[in-house]
């Protein structure tokens, strides 16, 4: 830190406050070194971090946080808001194990008003703290920071169609940078293009209020005077706004890198006491010259040689890139074959289909639960949509899987893509809810492979002779595979060493880390090993075997509630079956670590497996 001469000047925001606009400048120039510098060792959020250094700089000029509240959605671009916050001694530990989350959190800094890690929730969450406000007779401020990406969300409209109903203390930054994740789809982002064409208004307005202020004694009178009648020449020049008609105040566009016109309309709005949008125009990947071309690449990166640009290990194939390989080769034969992503093409691993079939490919935005109805109706009509999605994000669709997919048996293919421990984003990106929901619907039937040829199979077996919803769960990087075993077709399930009288279940990647502990066990002990193809539903040949044993541990990188191990215990219990069932699966909200920290303060690596095991046994 000792080459920040201005920022090894802050501790809190109070000492922004102290700054010239100069100085605060030099402030931003060095927030940006400090972002790369660390993210490039840690990896993270880049682009969007990149993109609002100034403007959380003058929010903390304007307003007075944690007395005013700033509410961040997705949360990832809340990293110069951390360092501003007496964190900045510990900001080198971000997104690590014990360090800072990569995400506002509650229980970390009274600075953080609520946790956010998933999309468009922002401005809901503002209007309840806002009214909070009203209620308790608290004249603060409650700010909400949304990208325009995330205005794809259909929570956000819900959020802005109660916004405005009376006088809470409310301002929506609608931070628009043209960007969500990939680049931004949609009516929305035709509508904001055709505002950003003419700021006319804004500047006009700035002009004419500098004018009257400076007229002694009755300035300020005709400034009010004009002013109310605003509304009229504000219909000549922008035919009225979207937000105007939710009950917004609306103030814009400007320029998101200027600090003196953020802090100038961030005063505007303080002083409206209302609801107020700001809509500002940032640029993503803003002071580094490769996020700022390619800042879809740069959204979130592992650690990154920062002269180069480039990852510090090479990228290869990764579960979702082979899942997009598997598809596209199957849609070359079916012309029935759809891919949708909820604004997530390259992390799915879709570029390569959207490139190969554009008119089969369908970007939604961020709009998880549209996409799932969406692809009700695609399949309704004839097509076969596959839709992928990472596993916590699916979790905003559970009402459309079971109402729109689940009860006509529409023929959807769901690509369950992080499923499991993720690792440094913490607990509102784990994915380890997918199985204790999906299993609960009638007619859902979930794969989990642990290889890319099985991942493959299962995706061609889902497409081809599945006739409702499926989903094929995958996790976060590369395979890792157990030596000598064959792959041949897929089968629901595979039994290793069945003439034991104890029996180990699992699937997915787990199977590799029981593997080894088995074989470290069976020189002891004879154990068999069923590794699940088809996790859900069971066959009752499955069920007949696991019968057989006296001893039944299951390993699952899940929730323990409405894991497979539940199920089968129930059906067992049902049958009058003897056999002793133990569980290893996860209990709670994981925090932040990296995936082998993970897994093995959870008990699901090998030498964790392993002891489970035999004080099982021993029992």
């Not at 459309?400 to 293919?413: A, G, M, N, T, W």
Request: aromatic share 10%; glycine share 8%.
């Amino acid at each position: 830190m000792s080459d920040y001469k201005i920022l090894n000047q802050i501790d809190g925001p109070e000492d922004i406050k102290k700054l010239s606009f100069q100085e605060l400048d030099f402030l931003c120039a060095e927030l940006r070194s400090r972002l790369i510098e660390v993210i490039s060792r840690n990896g993270g959020h880049l682009a969007s971090n990149l993109g609002v250094v100034e403007l959380t700089v003058a929010m903390h000029r304007v307003f007075d946080c944690p007395n005013d509240q700033f509410v961040w959605d997705v949360g990832h671009q809340c990293y110069t808001h951390k360092i501003l916050t007496h964190r900045k001694e510990r900001f080198d530990t971000i997104r690590k194990k014990d360090g800072i989350s990569g995400f506002p959190k509650r229980c970390e800094s009274e600075y953080d008003s609520f946790i956010s890690g998933h999309s468009s929730t922002s401005i809901a969450v503002a209007t309840g703290l806002a009214k909070a406000n009203t209620l308790k007779g608290n004249h603060n401020y409650v700010l909400a920071v949304i990208g325009d990406g995330a205005m794809t969300g259909g929570l956000a409209y819900e959020g802005l169609n109660n916004a405005a109903r009376g006088d809470d203390r409310i301002i929506v930054i609608l931070n628009d940078n043209e960007m969500s994740i990939s680049h931004n789809v949609g009516a929305l982002a035709r509508y904001l293009s055709t505002i950003r064409s003419n700021p006319k208004y804004f500047r006009a307005k700035d002009r004419v209020e500098r004018g009257l202020k400076s007229i002694p004694v009755v300035g300020p009178k005709l400034r009010n005077a004009v002013f109310r009648s605003k509304e009229a020449v504000k219909r000549v020049l922008y035919k009225t706004t979207l937000f105007e008609y939710f009950g917004f105040t609306y103030l814009g566009p400007v320029d998101g890198h200027n600090i003196k016109n953020l802090c100038e309309v961030l005063q505007r709005a303080k002083e409206l006491a209302r609801p107020v949008l700001i809509h500002v125009e940032t640029k993503k990947g803003k002071g580094y010259l490769f996020a700022e071309k390619n800042p879809g690449a740069y959204h979130g990166v592992s650690k990154f040689n920062v002269k180069t640009g480039n990852p510090d290990a090479e990228p290869g194939v990764n579960f979702s890139t082979a899942f997009g390989e598997s598809l596209t080769q199957l849609a070359q034969a079916n012309d029935k074959i759809c891919a949708i992503t909820a604004a997530m093409k390259y992390g799915t691993g879709l570029d390569r289909f959207a490139a190969r079939f554009p008119s089969r490919f369908f970007d939604v935005g961020i709009a998880e639960s549209y996409a799932l109805t969406f692809a009700g109706g695609l399949s309704a009509g004839g097509m076969i949509p596959v839709f992928a999605v990472y596993s916590s994000f699916l979790q905003r669709g559970y009402d459309q899987i079971v109402h729109d997919l689940s009860i006509e048996k529409q023929h959807v293919v769901i690509g369950v893509d992080r499923a499991g421990v993720v690792g440094d984003d913490g607990e509102t990106h784990q994915g380890l809810f997918d199985i204790s929901f999906l299993s609960s619907i009638p007619h859902m039937e979930i794969y989990a492979p642990y290889s890319y040829r099985e991942l493959d199979a299962m995706l061609r077996h889902c497409i081809d002779d599945c006739e409702g919803p499926c989903a094929i769960r995958y996790p976060r990087g590369k395979e890792r595979t157990v030596e000598g075993f064959s792959f041949e077709q897929y089968r629901e399930y595979e039994l290793f060493h069945e003439e034991a009288k104890v029996l180990v279940v699992t699937y997915g990647r787990t199977f590799t880390e029981v593997w080894e502990a088995a074989s470290q066990i069976r020189p002891q002990c004879p154990i068999a090993v069923m590794k699940l193809n088809r996790i859900f539903p069971l066959s009752e040949e499955c069920i007949d075997i696991m019968a057989g044993y006296e001893k039944i541990f299951f390993v699952e990188e899940t929730m323990e509630t409405g894991c497979i191990g539940e199920h089968v215990s129930a059906r067992l219990h049902s049958r009058g079956s003897t056999a002793r069932v133990r569980i290893r699966a996860v209990e709670d909200f994981v925090p932040q670590a990296s995936v082998s920290q993970a897994l093995a303060a959870l008990g699901l690596d090998a030498a964790s497996i392993k002891k489970f095991i035999l004080q099982g046994l021993s029992d």
